[in-house]
């Protein structure tokens, strides 16, 4: 009488084939830790880039870059400056001085490469990230004299490193180069827009549309998220809700 064999997989075979899934699944997951620890190094970069720039351009010319005026600028450069401001030595808020401290900066050469120079004034948010340094998530950086940041400090020159960073790149790189908290030290979350919308004031200039952060267990109850910040809260990166949107200054 025949009998017919059942054929299947040995334990052996079980085995060579859960070992290779677990390599091509810790592949992946290293894969995507180096990608992010390359985003972190490179958002560090730029401000450590940016800072240099900055104040490489007052040594050399004693004005500030976008503060200065378009036609002092250009005859010290000695190319043809578009975007410039009022001379009054600050950098303020706005698209023309904003833009003219990446176009006065790059005209220098301070700063090359990863931007067009512009050709008008920008107008509109879409305009002037035409015309600036972008992360790398692709979202330009800003910088300017501002109060919208968490925390303590008032208005401060600062470099916004731009929108669309996820929540886990913002608290990596607050532990790589600063205190690990987002509403202290010398870099902080921007303001949350409570309007709903991006605006470019001197307020909240280009806020997170999303909360990224959340208070302590200890102060919970007195500062719910999504209300800001109460005095002497510390608040801490809300990695759980995964937020896509961290926006992030480094205050100079």
């Known amino acids: 009488m025949n009998i017919n064999k059942q054929k299947g997989f040995t334990l ?17 997951l290293k894969g995507q830790e180096l990608i992010n620890s390359a985003r972190v190094r490179n958002l560090a970069d730029q401000n450590s880039g940016t800072q240099a720039a900055y104040y490489g351009f007052i040594d050399r010319y004693r004005q500030v870059p976008g503060d200065w005026q378009i036609a002092n600028a250009g005859q010290a450069i000695g190319q043809a400056i578009i975007n410039g401001g009022d001379g009054d030595g600050t950098l303020e808020n706005t698209f023309a001085e904003a833009t003219g401290a990446w176009e006065q900066l790059a005209r220098a050469n301070y700063l090359s490469g990863g931007f067009s120079l512009p050709t008008a004034v920008p107008t509109t948010e879409a305009g002037y990230g035409l015309v600036a340094p972008v992360n ?24 916004h490193m731009g929108r669309n960073v996820p929540v886990s790149i913002a608290r990596e790189l ?6 690990g908290l987002p509403n202290t030290g010398v870099l902080r979350l921007t303001n949350i827009d409570t309007g709903g919308v991006n605006t470019f004031d001197t307020t909240n200039f280009a806020p997170q549309f999303a909360n990224c952060s959340t208070p302590a267990a200890s102060v919970a109850a007195a500062n719910p998220v999504g209300t800001g910040d109460v005095a002497g809260a510390t608040d801490i990166y809300d990695t759980y809700d995964d937020s896509q949107d961290c926006g992030q200054v480094f205050l100079y």
Do not use: C, H
């Open 12 to 28: 052996v075979e079980i085995a060579i084939v859960l070992v290779i899934i677990g390599l091509l699944l810790g592949g992946i």
């Open 136 to 159: 790398a998530f692709n979202a330009p950086l800003i910088l300017s004299r501002n109060a919208g940041y968490t925390g303590a400090g008032g208005a401060r020159l600062n470099l």
């Open 174 to 179: 607050d532990i790589k180069i600063d205190d």
